[in-house]
């Protein structure tokens, strides 16, 4: 029966925190999802005191499987140079968005301090990441001392969420490929 609990718990997260990243917040129903997630009606009341604290455990999930993407792509093996252009060119669906930023374009996450703590806390960390990565880029040579690593990484992460934006705007992923090779174009020249 516990297992059973526990299995509905994660489909009700996985499946809400699917409806965030189609339709976000406002978007999303009990019924839609209920419908999703494919479990009783009784199932989201019982694990969850509301659409508030789903959607809350949706975005930590989403959030906690994005800052693992980061962690091993940006702390891994490799170049500086290399683990970057291995982040910016990591396979995603730009159409789509990023599953953690699209939710910042919600008004009533934006509004709220703690549905909007998954996101800043997502972002915060690649920021670091970023910054630790050009630091050691910088240490070995790899890029010149003037690089600034805070500006820098909060130059590349606003290129992958602009670059989304960009590609939803055209419905086509041709501007997100060319904002991320015009970054790893200046890169380079920093190198």
Wanted: negative net charge.
């Amino acid at each position: 029966m516990a297992r059973q609990q526990d299995d509905a718990r994660e489909r009700l997260i996985e499946g809400t925190s699917e409806l965030l990243w189609e339709r976000g917040y406002v978007g999303i129903s009990p019924a839609a999802i209920l419908r999703r997630s494919g479990v009783g009606q009784g199932s989201m009341y019982h694990h969850f005191q509301g659409k508030g604290d789903l959607v809350l455990a949706a975005e930590q999930h989403s959030a906690a499987l994005m800052q693992e993407e980061l962690r091993s792509v940006l702390t891994g093996d490799g170049t500086a140079f290399d683990r970057i252009a291995a982040y910016l060119l990591r396979e995603r669906d730009a159409l789509r968005g990023c599953r953690v930023g699209r939710l910042i374009a919600d008004p009533e996450v934006v509004v709220n301090d703690r549905l909007r703590e998954p996101v800043r806390e997502t972002f915060a960390l690649l920021h670091r990441f970023l910054v630790d990565v050009i630091e050691e880029g910088k240490a070995v040579g790899e890029f010149g001392p003037a690089l600034d690593a805070e500006e820098t990484a909060a130059a590349l992460a606003a290129v992958v969420q602009g670059g989304y934006a960009l590609a939803r705007a055209e419905q086509s992923v041709v501007p997100y490929e060319r904002a991320v090779r015009g970054a790893l174009t200046l890169l380079r020249a920093a190198a």
